[in-house]
């Protein structure tokens, strides 16, 4: 698994094309089998179970959930090496 998998799949919630649940859940998948970033990973797994169209008490709604995205696609698209993801989603 390429980590340009991942970015095609937050390409589809940034596009606007896909903001189902089951589109957090499809990319949760994707997200268990990529070993690098981990921190940028489990942060953005831990989003993704949040994830609900709409919101909600507790939850994460599109909006949220678009910031995030452009947030981890700005580290994504950098070099694959690239070391300075450390708590991306929570500082932007």
Do not use: C
Not at 5 to 34: C, H, N, Y
Not at 57 to 84: C, F, G, T, W, Y
């Amino acid at each position: 698994m390429s980590h340009l998998s991942l970015v095609a799949q937050l390409e589809l919630f940034e596009s606007g094309a896909d903001r189902s649940v089951q589109w957090a859940k499809d990319t949760e998948s994707l997200l268990d089998q990529i070993a690098l970033w981990d921190e940028l990973i489990d942060d953005l797994q831990d989003q993704l179970a949040l994830y609900r169209p709409g919101g909600g008490p507790h939850l994460v709604d599109e909006h949220e959930m678009a910031r995030i995205v452009v947030s981890a696609l700005k580290v994504l698209r950098k070099e694959p090496n690239s070391q300075n993801q450390i708590s991306v989603l929570k500082n932007e």
